[in-house]
């Protein structure tokens, strides 16, 4: 009797597992695809005839972990840098950063007088409703590449003036 027993629990056992093994599958592997964890939405870039232009979006972490945004790519220019805006007195000032947090379950706006990437020396003139290229790597969720529409400026600030 002890020797049905057993089997039977063995069964019951492998059963569970198998079944818990195909839930928790798709969630580990959600967790692991950057194309699932991370997601951007409303990305843009900000038209400019000649020098450095700008492009904004919102970062969303629907992952368990927080990530860092470390380094973005565009053939719209050779050196893409991660800037965020400081307070100098009276005067708000762009400054380079190394990463930008993307906190686990949250969202970070790249914004006009905020967090943003900043296109340096542009090959060429940025049109309006023109697509630009962007791929951006995080630190644990790897590259995630998108396209940006170009649009018009509307943030009142010394960036409209191209002066940076």
């Not at 409303?42 to 020098?51: C, D, L, M, S, Y």
């Not at 400081?86 to 380079?96: A, L």
Request: proline share 2%; net charge positive.
């Amino acid at each position: 009797m002890h020797g049905y027993l057993l089997k039977e629990l063995t069964m019951k056992l492998h059963l569970f597992l198998v079944i818990f093994s195909l839930f928790i599958s798709p969630i580990l592997a959600n967790e692991a695809s950057s194309s699932s964890v991370i997601r951007i939405e409303n990305a843009w870039v900000r038209a400019a005839e000649i020098g450095n232009s700008a492009a904004y979006m919102k970062i969303i972490n629907k992952g368990l972990t927080s990530d860092r945004l470390v380094k973005v790519r565009t053939d719209a220019c050779n050196i893409v840098e991660l800037h965020t805006h400081v307070r100098e007195g009276n005067i708000f000032r762009m400054r380079p950063i190394e990463a930008i947090n993307i906190p686990a379950k949250q969202t970070v706006d790249l914004k006009e007088g905020g967090l943003h990437i900043m296109l340096i020396n542009i090959h060429r003139p940025l049109k309006e409703k023109e697509k630009i290229k962007l791929t951006l790597t995080f630190a644990k969720a790897g590259q995630v590449s998108m396209i940006a529409e170009v649009r018009k400026n509307n943030h009142e600030c010394e960036c409209k003036s191209g002066i940076f």
